[in-house]
Nanobody
Framework: EVQLQASGGGLVQAGGSLRLSCTAF????????IGWFRQAPGKGREAISN????????YYADSVKGRFTISKDNAKNTAYLRMNSLEPDDTAVYYC?????YGQGTLVTVSS
């Protein structure tokens, strides 16, 4: 059974930082990319970052570019999303995705 475990969310003041983690279990092979998505209250799911298996094809949405940094530890099957200079508009449930499978999400709340 494939599974993605996201963690690291929480409540933070505007301007603060958080680091999200996403660990993948049960995927055949290890040559996969990991993507981060988020869904704010009342809005659709937004793709915000992606990293290829060999750290190629790194993508950031314009809304997070310059503030968020994605990285990956293949030995741990884990991707990270370092989020700096957080803003209230970053409040959302954050999900990771591998080959079309989403994890359960972790809630990030940024207070003004």
């Amino acid at each position: 059974e494939v599974q993605l475990q996201a963690s690291g969310g929480g409540l933070v003041q505007a301007g603060g930082s958080l680091r999200l983690s996403c660990t993948a279990f049960g995927f055949t092979g290890d040559d996969y990319a990991i993507g981060w998505f988020r869904q704010a209250p009342g809005k659709g799911r937004e793709a915000i970052s992606n990293i290829g298996f060999m750290d190629e094809e790194i993508y950031y949405a314009d809304s997070v570019k310059g503030r968020f940094t994605i990285s990956k530890d293949n030995a741990k099957n884990t991707a990270y999303l370092r989020m700096n200079s957080l803003e209230p508009d970053d409040t959302a449930v954050y999900y990771c995705n591998v080959r079309g499978t989403y994890g359960q999400g972790t809630l990030v709340t940024v207070s003004s």
